[in-house]
């Protein structure tokens, strides 16, 4: 890492209140003997008590920015600035012993992704207490109070139980709780939070912002980097927004997010789904609708193409005590409609649509697909039906054969269906690539080289292959930034209107079931306390926990934008 030394301003910062200088900031990776920039001169300082948000789309640069940061820009990174200080002290000249002193005590760091963040082999309860043990904070009685004290602040229910669990053992929510628990154990003064809120419900986000309102309100300074502008526009009191490593627009938030003077903030801001939106799409480029020529016709059938009746599914928790994830769901979806499902983290919303897909075992109840019995058939009955129901996950990367490129698993899936030649199969491919917006450039490439928003596309192609009368997408735009979750969006609405799709639509985003659903369910803690259609659920709400969600919906995902 290549640095600028400059002088310290630590008299300078102590009479103004500024703890972190940014002046001209320049992030560039070298590899193989080329260099290439994409951070170009960012700036801005940070004072006590103050929320810097830095917002753009995936690639933009705001990632990088905040990891420059902490010191975390990895091998091959080419770090310059005029300035970059924290509390006086030089960055630039950091060496790695002083980032360690530095890290979690002065500045805490929360990642985006907890699932790769966290020890995969040991109790998240144990990692946030080396955290604190690294820093010398108390003795092992103390550390393990603190870290029960931690979990609950950040709204981790049963912490005592939790704290034993490892990662996969929670949900992605939890998973995330808790390393924002790990993050702030030693309540340092300035925290660099990217996407703190991805993979969180609208309850629990609203229980972490209050958190982070409180720490500010106790003079910590915060930098959020985030796709979510109803996070930004909660916590901000000042937003950059970049766009190919640029800063395209910045000030003040609330001029910012109301009177938005650059075409891309306008553009941001006018992609966020929500009621107003409903019945459009969100502006952003759908592909042409392609001519399908292996379509299959749809399997004949009057009734609910899918339909659960009293489900319950329990589960033993690690103490040993039973804990009953879904009581007594029941639900119709018909043909051509969208049925929303909500709810927090362990509502059981995820639960109920993986007992749909007959991937978990019900302990009672049943489900019915295109009017047949589905889940209570042996397996041996059921695979020939599964053409009919297929799935989008949250993170599709997960679900890819790492060691396969676009092309192989585009192929496996059309191998499963009735097609028996190789170029009949390749025709599918090319056919599920246009309905997706991808070009046959990316067969060739690995998952890992695609965007977030090319690899969701990729697991829609996936999924589409057998051409299925419904598809369930659990948590399918969650961890995208607003304009790629747009362009989904807005891929789905027009997928649904062309094939006569049927969705089963899990979310925890509000603002997206309203803009998307016919229907929904409000799921807690198992059972389904309210559902109906979408406008009467969400306008008027009848129970106490519904009418809590919606309060806690920010005015962006929830009236009409300000027009630039």
């Known amino acids: 890492m290549t640095s600028t030394i400059l002088e310290s301003t630590t008299e300078t910062d102590q009479r103004s209140g500024t ?229 395209v627009e910045d000030g003040p938030a609330d001029q910012v997010l109301n009177d938005p003077q650059h075409e891309y903030t306008r553009s941001l801001i006018a992609a966020v789904p929500g009621a107003h939106t409903r019945g459009r799409l969100l502006g952003s480029q759908v592909p042409p609708f392609v001519s399908v020529t292996s379509r299959r016709e749809p399997t004949p059938f009057a009734g609910p193409v899918l339909e659960a009746c009293e489900l ?30 909500v709810g927090e983290s362990g509502s059981g919303k995820s639960t109920t649509a993986r007992i749909a897909l007959a991937l978990e075992r019900a302990d009672s109840g049943s489900v019915r697909l295109l009017g047949r019995d589905w889940t209570s058939l042996p397996e041996r009955r059921r695979r020939p039906l599964r053409r009919e129901i297929s799935v989008v996950y949250q993170d599709p990367l997960s679900s890819f054969d790492p060691r396969w490129d676009v092309a192989r698993i585009l192929e496996d899936a059309v191998g499963r269906t009735e097609l028996r030649s190789g170029a009949a199969r390749r025709e599918r491919v090319a056919e599920l690539l246009a309905l997706v917006g991808l070009t046959p450039e990316v067969l060739g490439r690995s998952p890992l080289t695609l965007s977030g928003g090319q690899r969701q596309r990729v697991a829609i192609a996936r999924a589409l292959a057998p051409w299925p009368a419904v598809v369930v997408l659990d948590e399918a735009v969650s961890a995208l930034d607003v304009s790629i979750q ?23 985003d509000l603002g997206v079931v309203s803009h998307l659903a016919d229907r929904v369910l409000v799921m807690k803690d198992g059972v389904v306390v309210e559902h109906g259609a979408v406008t009467d659920v969400f306008e008027n709400p009848a129970h106490p926990y519904t009418r809590e969600l919606i309060a806690a919906l920010h005015p962006l995902s929830a009236a009409p934008t300000t027009e630039g």
């Open 19 to 247: 703890r972190l200088r940014v002046d001209n900031l320049r992030v560039g990776f070298t590899k193989g003997g080329r260099s290439k920039r994409v951070v170009h001169g960012l700036s801005f300082e940070l004072a006590a008590g103050e929320c810097v948000a830095i917002v753009g789309e995936s690639g933009s640069g705001k990632s990088v920015s905040a990891r420059s940061l902490v010191g975390l820009t990895g091998a091959g990174a080419v770090v310059e600035a005029d300035e970059l200080s924290l509390d006086g002290e030089n960055l630039l000249a950091f060496t790695g012993r002083d980032w360690r002193r530095v890290r979690g005590s002065q500045v805490g760091f929360i990642l985006q992704d907890a699932l790769v963040s966290l020890d995969p082999l040991r109790p998240v309860g144990q990692e946030i207490g080396e955290a604190l043990r690294l820093h010398g904070w108390g003795d092992k009685s103390a550390r393990e109070a603190k870290v029960l004290e931690l979990l609950a602040s950040v709204g981790v229910p049963d912490p005592a139980n939790r704290a034993r669990q490892r990662p996969d053992e929670l949900s992605g929510g939890l998973r995330q709780r808790a390393l924002i628990a790990s993050a702030l154990a030693l309540d340092p003064g300035i925290v660099v939070a990217d996407e703190p809120t991805t993979a969180l419900d609208v309850t629990v986000q609203a229980q972490v912002l209050d958190l982070l309102e409180e720490t500010k309100r106790r003079g910590k300074a915060l930098i959020l980097i985030s796709h979510d502008l109803s996070v930004v526009a909660r916590l901000a009191d000042r937003i950059l927004v970049m766009s190919g490593g640029h800063v």
């Open 486 to 508: 747009a362009q989904i969006l807005d891929l789905l609405t027009t997928l649904q209107a062309e094939l006569g799709l049927s969705y089963l639509f899990i979310s925890h």
């Open 312 to 341: 319950v599914k329990r589960f033993r928790r690690p103490d040993g005590t039973a804990h009953t994830a879904v009581d007594g769901v029941s639900f119709t979806l018909e043909r051509g409609e969208t049925l929303g499902i």
